[in-house]
């Protein structure tokens, strides 16, 4: 598949521990493997799918995770797409 233009997804639910993060990371994950550059933002300061990140050692992801979980989020998160 080929990848021209930024897509972004929402995954949105009121209610706590429902895979909301558990979702982004698959996704992420297959869009990846179909060979889409994907970054993944954790604006959650829980920090979730940045610990999955971490945790992975000497396995990482296929895709970047960064966690910006705060107000700047938006600003910085348009020039760190622009790639
Ligand atoms: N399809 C699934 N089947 C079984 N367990 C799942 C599934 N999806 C997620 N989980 C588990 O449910 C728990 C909560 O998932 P997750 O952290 O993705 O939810 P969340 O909506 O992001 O939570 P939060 O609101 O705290 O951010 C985790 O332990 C995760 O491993
Ligand atoms: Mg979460």
Redesign the pocket.
Known sequence: MVWGAMATFGLI?QK???????LALGIAAALARDGAKVLLIDA?G?G?ASDWGNIRGDNPAPFRIVGMARANMARDAISLAAD
Do not use: A, C, P
Request: no cysteine.
């Open positions: 639910n706590g521990g429902v895979g909301k993060t558990t959650d829980q979730t």
